[in-house]
């Protein structure tokens, strides 16, 4: 009883300690999670054991079971895996599943970790790769003498040197291949690691054969050749992939990894990025990156806003400036103050946006998808096929029937058409954020490449959204100096713009102001109102000696006196002409949808040469729009960044905003560009389109090589080692010429200045 008592306790205590270690595990995993809408969690992790489309199909299929996770996307080119999942399943669970899958996985956030994942699995595959072409070229060189005409005993003995190199080479460099296809029959599922395993031990076991039953040929050679140049392919495959992921997580890694917080006592505590709140103070030197989204509190200094915007030349920002995360102080010690966390600032939007590059479902994708899945039984019974063919064609002859059905196995590969989409998807979008563009998924990049029309916003996105005067009555010293003073105790908009236009003159002192809403600004001097704001509400006390020389859009009036009017008119962006001229050369018609009056959005559409113009524009009206041209077969971009645009960028093909836009209106867009100018419209139309030909290249590599490759192989035409040659090249031709996307490409950069003073025509008026 005391001995079966003690096993009992000993049973019970590593049960304890394992279920403790899990709590642990999973309590790590839950820091990880980051929160969606509904209350959802979102995860992403990385497996560096991630190949091709039928790894895709498995993971996305066995974790769609579980009912507590709501959706599952698989990125190849950067092998990381997103949930979105109910808060009550722990992450522990998935992490496991993963494992069973055969798909070790680890949290995403954990960089180092995943950069060391994903270095053992390259030092993995470039010791296999040694070892295989090492004995590659052993047994190469004994087989020279068989080819000389070796025979009998030493023949046989030659083949079984070759067999005691060739075996352990195979067992060692083929786990690469052998694991993956294990672990993937054991869970009845097929990927393209098992017709590539089951190539290279049928060649060994064939080879085997010959040399116990003392056979004239032996395809030791072949067999090791042959995963020789499969590790080629793999290990080069896993370089460029690795490059694809550097374009963008690159970008991304000269985030601050901590900050100096300014304790209430005066004295710095550096803390870790994830322990910076709200609120915080903390104290940035030269050299320092901006660590989460912050203002400026005391100071003033350089800054290198290239990471954010693309941007090379410096700004100068002072007290009440708004830093976003990611930007370096160059030149002088400021303290600001943070307004977001790591998880919720600029640039980690930025990343969420990256890594969702790939995992829009557009066309192209979807039709990806389904060949890459259909393809590993497909090989299969192409081989079995290929080799009943030959049985019958040769009259039995099994050696060459095999020999036929190897290289079927090991040529007809679809990763080639896994890697056609995501990859350019990826490098697409690092191409853009270098430009000072985001983009959330690359289904926008699909549907960006597509559109036939272009519907611009004016208020913030053709003119800058800050009015200026363009027209104003003539006025006394003491008519303007009251006007400037008046307009100084208010922050409105219009009062500023008449602050900019009324040269400093005398100041005049005013008694208490008032300000009005819906009216504006008014005071007493000498004992007499005066007012600046709606025309209407100033001429109650205005004297009516004359009618005004034109009715302007502010007025100013001392009571009894006759008013002064003020045209106000938005500045026209300095590169809103060339911009405009750049979208028209793709080919594509551009219209104005504005909420603003006729007179002022028919001034700009003169200033642009536009002649499609709608104003008084409502939300609903914008949609409107929006639709017709839609059920007329055309597909819209829309570019607008207010909040009344939100619904509008919502409603079309493909949109765009500015960062300046309204959160709404950011989330509502596609693609949000953070540079100060609409460079980025025609840009990134560019890239899409360029994107979109890449792709279809892709394609069309792709299949040509099956189409070629597969009928040959079935022929007899090729053999196992030039069927690996092929297949791993195969994969890099599309990879390399996805990698085109980032070559150079045409600038938009402006060479003039267009109108750099607001339709300046109206200043004579």
Known sequence: MSCCGGDIIADRSLENAEAISLAGKNADLLSYGHGQDGGLLCYVFSSPFIHCGSCIAIIEKELAKEARIKSVRVNLTLKRISLV???????????????????????????????????????????????????????????????????????????LVSALIAIPAVAYSGQVFFRSAFLALSKRHLNMDVPISLAVILAVAMSLYETLTHGSEA????????????????????????????????????????????LPSGKLEYRPLDEIRVGDLIRLVPGDRVPVDSKIVSGESDFDLSLVNGESDPAVLKEGASLLAGTRNLTSTIDIKTTQ??????????????????????????????????YAPAVHLLALAAFIIWMVVTNGDWHTSLYVAISVLIITCPCALGLAVPVVHVIGAGKLFESGILMKDGCALERLAEIDHVLLDKTGTLTTGIPQIVRASELSDKVAGLARSLAGHSSHPSSKAIQAYLLPGSEFKIGRTVEIAGKGIEATYNGKKICLGRPDWVDEIAGRKSKP?????????????????????????????????????FGLPIEILSGDNQAKVTLIAEELKLDKVHFAQKPA????????????????????????????????????????????GRQAADFVFTRNDLEAIPHAIQIARKARRLIKQNFGLALAYNAIAVPLAMGGMISPLFAAIA??????????NSLRLRANMKNWSRTTQVNPK???RLETA
Do not use: C
């Open 758 to 760: 607001p339709l300046s």
């Open 85 to 159: 999942v109910d808060p009550k399943l722990p992450p522990i669970e998935i992490v496991q599943k993963l494992e069973q899958l055969g798909y070790p996985a680890m949290p995403l956030d954990a960089e180092k970790g995943e950069e060391s994942a994903h270095g053992k699995e390259a030092a993995k595959l470039l010791r296999a790769l040694a070892v295989a072409g090492f004995a590659a070229m052993n047994v190469m060189l004994l087989s020279v003498s068989n080819w000389s005409g070796a025979d009998g005993t030493t023949r046989d003995f030659f083949h």
């Open 219 to 262: 395809y030791f050679d072949a067999a090791v050749s042959l995963l020789f140049f499969l590790l080629i392919g793999r290990y080069l495959d896993q370089m460029m992939r690795e490059r694809a992921r550097n374009a963008v997580s690159g970008l991304t890694r000269l985030a601050a990894r901590g900050a100096n917080i300014i």
């Open 621 to 664: 009206d914008k949609i409107a729009r929006i639709e017709t041209l839609k059920q007329a077969g055309k597909f819209p971009l829309m570019v607008g960044d207010g909040l009344n645009d939100a619904p509008s960028l919502a409603a079309g093909h493909a949109s765009m905003a500015p960062a300046s836009a309204s959160d709404i």
């Open 549 to 585: 020389a034109f009715s302007g859009d502010i007025a100013f009036a001392i009571e009894g006196e006759r008013a002064a009017h003020f045209t106000l008119l938005e500045k026209l962006r300095d590169d809103a002409f060339q911009t405009v001229r750049a979208i028209e050369a």
């Open 341 to 374: 966390t790591s998880e919720k600032s600029f640039l980690a939007e930025v990343s969420r946006m990256l890594d969702a590059a790939e995992n829009g479902r557009g066309n192209y994708v979807r039709i990806a998808d389904r060949l890459a899945r259909i």
């Open 727 to 736: 297949m791993s090249t195969s994969s890099l031709v599309v990879i390399g």
